[in-house]
């Protein structure tokens, strides 16, 4: 007599792909969201992508994340896109009711969602909402960049507006108007309401019998703009175990123009037990830093991320503001 096998019962779990370009406001985001859904008793599995190092960002949510892994990909749409997959299959054999990934801020997120899509039976992720956040000061005003903003939104489920209270109210309605064009589907959420509604997802989920017909593909055209996701660079370089506060802030000074971001982890003179983030977003007045965990994990360093950088040029500028003994990491 022959036996029918009995179908595998398999439950998926929500995935929130979270995009936005540089500086727009992606890890603070995620700061709030994973806060709000502890609200829930909702715990998350994080994939932060960045460029260079990704722990840099990684030890600010290190201890609001359920498992947490860092993916250092300079393309999270192309050269890093096979090791973000097989990061988010071995994310499965957590418990976590929940994924949630950062890719960096000149990614295309298209080939992720059709990835995701083709492997939807190895990785099991519905519903898969993407969150595009948007700066609401910049938004329109990258030059050569806003067809890749533009198109990072136009993939997007859900959109939030960043620094909301920089701009105008006229300013702001402006900005819905241009995104209401743009992606019409999109719904603007805040951290607290895609919590909520995420815990409604996951208390309404119910396992289900995995089927042999395969998903149906859409294949999706490759913007132009997707181009632009690799004009940019990145390098990194190691900072003393202590730095002065001036120093510090003359070395995010004298930066150039071509770097649209950097990042410093470091730990001050006049404050030895802390260590802090801080940050530059092109040419923006120097935002409060953002107090670190002391770790042994992520030594002091800075990251500079832009289109055409002169590793060597910006290696001399951060040993004029901190010495000779800044490095470049080795490869071991």
């Known amino acids: 007599m022959l036996h029918t096998p009995l179908p595998v019962v398999v439950r998926y779990r929500p995935l929130i792909l979270i995009t936005g370009f540089l ?6 985001f995620m700061r709030k969201l994973l806060e709000s859904l ?3 008793r909702i715990e998350a599995d994080v994939i932060l992508n960045d460029y ?3 722990d840099l960002d990684a030890e600010t949510i290190r201890d609001s994340a359920a498992t947490l892994m860092p993916l250092a990909a300079a393309c999270a749409c192309c050269s890093g896109l096979d090791e973000l997959i097989s990061v988010a299959m071995a994310a499965q054999q957590t418990r976590s009711p929940v994924l949630i990934v950062e890719i960096n801020g000149t990614a295309d997120p298209t080939p992720l969602a059709e990835t995701f899509t083709l492997l939807e039976k190895k990785i099991r992720l519905r519903p898969r909402w993407q969150v595009a956040i948007i700066d609401a000061r910049r938004f329109g005003r990258r030059g050569d960049y806003d067809e890749l903003e533009i198109l990072q939104f136009q993939t997007a489920s859900h959109w939030l507006a960043s620094h909301r209270d920089e701009v105008s109210a006229e300013q702001y309605a402006d900005l819905k108007a241009r995104l209401k064009k743009l992606n019409p589907q999109a719904t603007e959420i805040t951290a607290a309401r895609l919590s909520t509604q995420l815990s409604e ?11 042999d017909e395969a998903s149906p593909v859409y294949k999706t055209a490759r913007p132009s703009g997707h181009r632009l996701a690799h004009a940019f660079t990145g390098c990194q370089f190691l900072l003393p175990p202590v ?3 001036d120093a510090l802030h003359g070395f995010l000074i004298a930066l150039p123009p071509s770097v649209i971001r950097a990042k410093s982890l470091v730990t001050l003179q006049d404050d030895p ?8 977003i092109g040419a923006d007045e120097i935002p409060a830093p953002l107090h670190v965990p002391i770790s042994e994990r992520v030594p002091p360093s800075v990251i500079c991320i832009g289109p055409d950088l002169d590793p060597p040029a910006l290696l001399d500028i951060a040993r004029h503001h901190f010495g000779s003994s800044v490095t470049i990491p080795s490869d071991e």
């Open 23 to 28: 500086g727009a406001g992606k890890t603070t």
């Open 38 to 40: 502890k609200s829930h």
């Open 52 to 54: 260079e190092n990704a």
């Open 201 to 211: 997802v996951i208390a309404a989920s119910r396992p289900a019998l995995e089927r």
């Open 243 to 245: 730095v002065s506060f």
């Open 273 to 280: 037990g802390r260590r802090w983030l801080f940050e530059r």
